[in-house]
């Protein structure tokens, strides 16, 4: 998925063929074009390259499905904090390995002591993100109001 200006750059470089079009007109000086809706890749363009995924309170939050890895239950993104497994204090780093999703009871409760000492096991290992879920392209798809290329995919969304 491309923006409309990016579709026409890949199309005037002969890079992408315009299946369908939208009623929409883009205007130029001398002349005018019908939006892109649906591009063909003539040849297939290497993705750029992307970061690591961010660390930061949203992704671990997500990441841990929004759930205390103390007591597993389910919070709103406001009712949650973050735990350092291994606490600062002790030289615990800021890490995917490091921090997991807790609620305000199990993160006090918790206190500056490792999961074992505090008798608390966590539910899962903490593991980095390999992926951006605000990225997915499936996602995209399913939310997307245009429905022109719908046709165009070989798969079914329910």
Known sequence: ????????????QHKVDILESHEVLIRSVRTSYSAPAVLRLRYYIKPKTYRRVRLCRENIFIRDQFQCQYCAKTFAYKDLTLDHVMPV???GPKS???????????????GNQTPSEANM?????PEPMKWTPKFDMMARIKNTRDDSWTPYLQMQFT
């Open 1 to 12: 998925m491309v923006t409309w200006q990016r579709a026409m750059i890949l199309w005037f």
């Open 89 to 91: 204090s002790r030289g």
């Open 96 to 110: 995917w390995k490091n921090l997991v999703a807790a609620c305000h009871k199990c993160n006090h409760k918790k």
């Open 121 to 125: 096991p966590l539910l899962k290992k």
